[in-house]
């Protein structure tokens, strides 16, 4: 299995972002999905999954701002994330709920206050 995510940049503080993640070699329509950050010097950390019946969960850090959706028929994850804040800078990678398949890149994704 291979995850590839794209989307991310720089941007202002407030700004929005979509992020996108689209597997190959194996399916996403089965399982639950999440994205996931490593801000520098951090650990990885869980910010939002989707269920296989689109039930939504976020970490409390970005509940009301990121937005999870998924499309099984591109095998895409996406990541809508609005009002961003400097905080919330790091590499953001998506994986099954379970972090189960091979971890991809990544995105970077640098907010500037």
């Known amino acids: 299995v291979q995850l590839q995510a794209s989307g991310g940049g720089l941007v202002q503080a407030g700004g929005s972002l979509r992020l996108s993640c689209t597997a190959s070699?194996?399916?996403?329509?089965?399982?639950?999905m999440g994205w996931f950050r490593q801000a520098p010097g951090k650990e990885r950390e869980r910010v939002a999954y989707?269920?296989?019946?689109?039930?939504?969960n976020y970490a409390d850090s970005v509940t009301g701002r990121f937005t999870v959706s998924r499309e099984n028929d591109k095998n895409t994850l996406y990541l809508q994330m609005n009002s961003l804040k400097p905080e919330d800078t790091g590499v953001y990678y998506c994986?099954?709920?379970?972090?189960?398949?091979?971890w991809g890149q990544g995105t970077l994704v640098t907010v500037s206050s």
């Open positions: 994986n099954t709920h379970s972090q189960s398949w091979p």
């Open positions: 989707i269920t296989t019946a689109d039930i939504t």
């Open positions: 070699g194996s399916t996403i329509r089965f399982n639950a």
